[in-house]
């Protein structure tokens, strides 16, 4: 007797424009199984799951469902099926009980009863579950038990959790996967997304493994090691032909001593963290999604509040400044959340104006430059449109009879001067902005960068996402940071313009900018970056430089399961010539 | 004289009870109605029409089917004027203050010309009022027997019962049935109520149109039972102030119904206050009138400052919702 | 296997559309309000002068004799002056609701400036004096919510409604404290007129009180047009009203913005207040604010926040304004609410038009082929959209399951 699968995906693909997410996956999950679904950020783990619990649904292919073949357009579709996802992010309603968010939606006459049903059920597979607790007052790990819950209570035979243990303590997890071991022997299914390999190992029974979009095959974990599921994940290595310029390393420009930062949820993002980044070398961090990144950028850039712990730019600290302060220091960051246009552009302004964001209160220099003529020719364009009603009319009245051509261009160069002269007196006396220099530097990088635009006065939400980071890299870049904050720079760009971007990088390195890399590809950020530092839930693993160490050393301290901090015993992070206290000196 | 004033006080809070429990249900759906002024004046111009539609033709008229008659124009009326925001809000996406404000100007508007061009022709008014004396203000039995208690308790008119009966139930329906539970997921998180399977639009269409329609029995119980029936030129105006007071109620009651009923009746006090202290000179009066706005304001502003989730409006409020813009 | 019903329709966010053809879609959105409410008023009005007379009136309402020509240009600067002052708190997504209040606060300080002052001292002085404390009553007027707003994230749409009628009352108690035997209402002190002058009586009667409002308005109008778009404070406001986050980023401090924007914003409605008293009225009532505080917002939002074409706006309502008023005097009604219903009705059109300008409407074609594979599905795919019905749109039939079913 053929033993009948839960849940069989067969050949499926699903394209975002020309991009393929996923191509031809198909594998296949065994009744009363966990299955964790492996792969690096970006191998289309997500989008694979999303379409089995209906927020996508695949170009091609079929999924089958009890050897039914089954079609799902919407999460109800999904739920009918008996298939629940508990997402990445939350969907709950704060000020709901628990209960009240788990039955929501719930075909049913009323809500009375509901408690008592959620408290059964919790106990069923040995939640720790108040029914009657407002969500705002629940931690993490208590709103991810409501939703797992609230897909139990639906109902689901087949579980999906996306990356359940990103926001987990060690013991929660540790709770989580005995709650899971429990489902499984009421003869739920449950796949795991995850790139935790020994989590992988410890829970699961197979493991299914993405590269790319594609899927590379199925092992028993049993059978297995950490070892063999990295060179799956990993696959063979990809020739990357980034340069990595040499370069003389320059004093330590940034230091980070001690740092603590909590995140939006009041826990630790960040403990104890000290490292430094040089003038002339890329710093890579590398970790899995959420293990504080994000907050350390912030934290630098002044958005964040420090709660211990120490940030030093050139021996100065810098905690407590604001983020202007901080910009004027030379720091820049090109930092891109989860959501591009959320902080840094500006969407619905033109490129121009978003080029003003971090320098519009600078002020024009007083003294006309003997380098002005040699400014860009449309220049005196750009002065009148600048400031209407503000040029004097009357000297346009100039007779032109005679000798025009001439006479026209000195009157225009005229005309340029006093509209520069009024632009420069509204700009230093009326506080009015510099949008002539916004363009100027809009255009600058358009050209040099390649940016695709109609014009720079096209508002960025229009832009592709590649163009945008351009943007956005760009602007930092203008301002000729000695300290560059990028994250995720190349995150869904094409191989051309991601080139384009190391190359950037490449060349403010030369010219001895202290460059932090925060990176999701460990392939670019060996070749790339000089030395590598590696965090696992906000705690540093080490710091290893880039030629000495290869990806499975990586993957493994990224997974926390390496820590160099303590083979080594000595303290890391610290550089030798710090310029904290006094005027330490260097030599190198 | 004191318990007179009691019972004033709750005749005439009734009428903020109305666009008050009308505007809650609308902003739990996520809509701030701005309508609501205009739309309560509707219900006057749709009562007093209904009212004249049954009284005219007949000679010996029925209490009760009058009363119905009444309603039933005024809930319709002021319900077309609500769909109307509702279309325009839900449907087209269209910003809420912005709308809200067309439908009071139109609202107000209307209500002022159909009263005095349509409803009151020739012989009407006397009727009207005699309705309103005689139908709408009809006490319960034992108001006289009982002293201070039927004062308070018997002593009014059908539409005061009405409206208590509708916050009630408005109080009930939000906190223990799932229709209640689904709306307010709506007003909290359009996306989230979605992704469970609750039809956001139609959860946002039925209670703004229900919600329009309770607060336009606000105009008509204003008219008929407060004014005894008396339509006077500027009652469209007066129910204009009265719409916004409503709007402020529903912050002074912290988005509960059944807060509404002693609010409103707070406010009703604080609003005839200033007629029925006889020591006070004119100017003063102006005074008191200040206080049901100066309190309100104090309320958001504690409100807001304390911070506690539950006394928050519902958190997608004002936002239109479009599911691809997720 | 259920079958899903597809949408009828699909809509998607347009990403801009020529000014002509949406200019277009307006007009046409007006015509046909006016054309509804003009067949329904020749048919009721007591009074008609036919559908023809309908559109006579309507023009000679504003440019039928110079004084009205004279009223709907000052009209027509006094709303632009407040929805100006309005715009650039919205900018900034904070919803100024309360324009009528801080306008009457304005109304209010100048008054007492004629009620105290007048006559005590020379006229130049009083003008300075009730222009400066009206401007500062106004500006008081929207700080406070701003203040609330700034630290305690007070919800400003209501807050600031409710100072419309602590303003309205505080109007009120001050007519009575000055005429405790008035009726509510304060008598004219027409000696103190800001007026221009002119040889002849008759001109100055028509132009004398337009002309310093229409002047405030050209000035404003420069003002806050060159202020959003070339000053720093108005670049912080935009990047404010885009997003708290990137304004955090770009290193704004978020309160001080809210707090001087609103400042400027009740300090524009109090220079309308001046303007009202000062120049048209020298005395106060409780609805001097016309109710423009409303009505600003409605120029300002079909303005498109833009000043200049805010001009158009407002030159357009009052203009209907106008025009329904003459048409209701004309036509017979005693009551001139009508011309209220009538403009409620056309701004129903309007607001309902701009769907059509910022939306797309996507017929769907019909359901493809049965037997025809999923992924040759000719419809466009959308761009990454997790959403469920979106999906549901585009898909085909379930063939593949109905074929193993």
Known sequence: ?588 | MDIMFFSSAIEFGVIFLFGCVGEILTEKSGHLNLGIPGIMCMGAAGGCFGAKLYLMPTDNPNGFVTILMAILFAMLFAAALGAVYAFLTVSLRMNQNVTGLACTIFGVGFTSFFLNTIVLTEGVSTKLSYAGQNFFNAALPGAESTGWFGTIFLDHGTLVYLAIIIAVLAALMLRYTKIGLNLRAVGESPATADAVGINVTRYKYSFIILGAAIAGLGGLCCIMDFNLGNVDANVSQTIQGIGWLSIALVIFTMWKPALAIVGSIVFGALYILSSRITMISFEQIQLLNLIPFIVTVIVLIATSMIGHRETQPPASLGLSYFREDR | ?405
């Open chain 1, 1 to 588: 007797m053929e033993e009948i699968n839960a849940l069989e995906l067969k050949n499926i693909s699903k394209y975002f424009g020309t991009v393929a997410a996923n191509e031809g996956i198909s594998f296949s999950l065994k009744r009363g199984e966990i299955l964790a679904l492996l792969g690096e950020n970006g191998s289309g783990k997500t989008t694979l799951m999303n379409m089995i619990s209906g927020i996508y649904y695949p170009d091609e292919g079929q999924i089958l469902v009890n050897g039914q073949e089954v079609v799902i357009r919407s999460p109800k579709d999904a739920f009918a099926h008996q298939i629940g996802m508990v997402h990445q992010h939350f969907k709950l309603i704060d000020i709901f009980t628990a209960a009240q968010n788990i039955v929501l939606g719930v075909e049913r006459r009323s809500i009375r009863g509901i408690n008592e049903e959620v408290k059964e059920i919790a106990e069923r597979y040995g939640f720790d579950l108040d029914p009657k607790k407002k969500i705002y007052d629940m931690s993490v790990s208590e709103k991810q038990t409501v939703e797992i819950v609230k897909v139990l209570y639906r109902g689901a035979d087949i579980l999906i959790l996306d990356e359940p243990t990103a926001v987990l303590t060690p013991q929660e997890t540790e709770k989580l996967f005995s709650i899971m071991r429990a489902m499984k022997e009421n003869g739920k299914s449950i796949i795991i997304i995850t790139h935790k390999l020994h989590e992988v190992m410890e829970i699961s029974d197979r493991v299914a493994v993405l590269r790319k979009g594609r899927y590379i095959g199925c092992v028993n974990t049993a059978e297995s090691s950490e070892m063999e599921l990295t060179e799956m994940m990993v696959g063979q290595k990809v020739t990357l032909n980034i340069e990595r310029p040499e370069t003389k390393f320059d004093r330590p420009l940034l230091e980070i001593r001690d740092l603590c930062i909590k995140n939006d949820m009041g826990s630790r993002a960040i403990e104890d963290l000290s490292f430094f980044i040089r003038g002339g070398e890329i710093l890579g961090v590398a970790g899995i999604a959420g293990c504080g990144q994000r907050e350390l950028c912030e934290a630098i850039a002044g958005l964040r509040k420090v709660e211990s712990g120490g940030i030093y730019h050139e021996g100065e600290s810098i905690v407590g400044l604001s983020p202007k302060e901080i910009t004027h220091k030379g720091i820049a960051m090109s930092f891109i959340p989860e959501d591009r246009l959320g902080m840094g552009l500006a969407p619905s302004l033109s490129i121009t104006d978003n080029m003003m964001l971090k320098n519009y209160q600078d002020r024009m220099p007083a003294v006309e430059e003997s380098g002005e003529s040699a400014e860009a020719p449309d220049a005196d364009l750009a002065v009148q449109t600048e400031e209407p009603g503000a040029a004097p009319a009357g000297h346009m009245e100039e007779p032109d009879a005679d000798s025009a051509a001439q006479k026209k261009n000195g009157c225009k160069v005229f005309l340029r001067r006093a509209g520069d002269r009024i632009g420069r007196f509204l700009n230093r006396y009326c506080g009015f902005v510099d949008r002539k220099r916004a363009r100027q530097q809009a255009e600058q990088i358009i050209q040099e960068l390649d940016i695709v635009t109609p014009s720079t006065e096209t508002p960025v939400r229009r832009l592709s996402g590649g163009n945008l980071q351009k943007v956005l890299l760009g602007r930092e870049i203008l301002i000729q940071p000695n300290v560059l904050i990028t994250a995720y720079p190349v995150r869904g760009l094409d191989i051309n313009s991601s080139y384009l971007i190391y190359d950037i990088l490449n060349r403010e390195k030369k010219g001895g900018t202290g460059i932090l890399f925060i990176g999701e590809d460990l392939d670019v950020m060996l070749a790339l970056c000089d030395k590598i530092m590696v965090l696992c839930h906000g705690r540093l693993m080490g710091v290893v430089h880039a030629e000495k160490t290869n990806k499975e050393e990586l993957g493994l301290m990224m997974a926390g399961s390496l820590n160099l901090m303590e083979e080594k015993g000595k303290q890391m992070g610290i550089a030798k010539d710090t310029q904290i206290g006094g005027d330490a000196s260097w030599n190198e």
């Open chain 3, 1 to 405: 296997m259920e079958r899903i019903k597809e949408p009828l329709l699909h809509i998607t966010r347009r990403d801009g559309m020529p000014l002509w053809k949406s200019m277009l879609i307006r007009a046409g959105a007006v015509l046909i309000a006016l054309v509804i409410s003009s067949i329904f008023i020749s048919a009721a009005a007591p009074n008609s002068q036919g559908f023809f007379g309908f559109f006579g009136s309507f023009f000679s309402g504003s440019f039928g004799t110079m004084r009205r020509l004279s009223q709907l240009l000052r009209e027509t600067s006094m709303l632009l002056l407040v929805a100006l002052a309005l715009v650039i708190a919205f900018k900034m997504k904070f919803w100024n609701l309360g324009g009528n209040g801080q306008i009457l606060m304005g109304c209010l300080a100048s008054a007492m400036c004629l009620v105290y002052l007048g006559g005590r001292i020379p006229n130049g002085v009083l003008w300075l004096i009730m222009f400066v404390v009206s401007i500062l009553a106004g500006a008081i007027w929207a700080l406070l919510p701003a203040l609330f707003k700034a630290f305690f994230n007070t919800n400003e749409s209501l807050f600031t409604l409710m100072m419309n009628y602590i303003a309205m009352y505080l109007v009120a108690f001050f007519i009575t404290h000055w005429y405790p035997q008035g009726s509510g209402a304060m008598p004219s002190m027409s000696e103190y007129a800001l007026i221009v002058k002119f040889s002849d009586p008759s001109n100055t009667s028509i132009w004398g009180k337009t002309i310093p409002v229409v002047l405030a308005a050209v000035l404003v109008t420069i003002f806050i047009y060159c202020y959003l778009r070339y000053h720093k404070h108005g670049f912080e406001i935009s990047i404010v009203g885009e997003s708290v986050n990137t304004a955090r980023y770009a290193g704004i401090n978020v309160k001080k913005v809210i707090i001087r924007t609103l400042i400027l914003s009740g300090a524009l409605c109090g220079l309308v207040g001046f303007l009202l008293v000062a120049t048209v009225n020298q005395m106060i009532t409780t609805t001097m604010d016309g109710n423009m505080g409303f009505t600003g917002i409605i120029v300002a939002w079909m303005g498109k926040f833009d000043p200049l074409v805010m001009i158009g706006v407002s030159l357009f309502v009052n203009f209907l304004t106008r025009g329904m008023s003459q048409v209701c005097i004309d036509f017979g009604f005693t009551s001139e609410a009508l011309s209220d219903t009538v403009v409620g009705l056309i701004y129903f059109f309007l607001i309902g038009c701009e769907f059509f300008i910022s939306y797309k409407l996507h017929f769907s074609k019909g359901r493809a082929k049965k037997d025809r594979p999923d992924f040759m599905d000719p419809a466009p795919k959308p761009p990454e959209i997790t959403d469920t019905t979106a999906q549901t749109q585009q898909e085909n039939t379930p063939d593949a399951a109905e074929e193993t079913a």
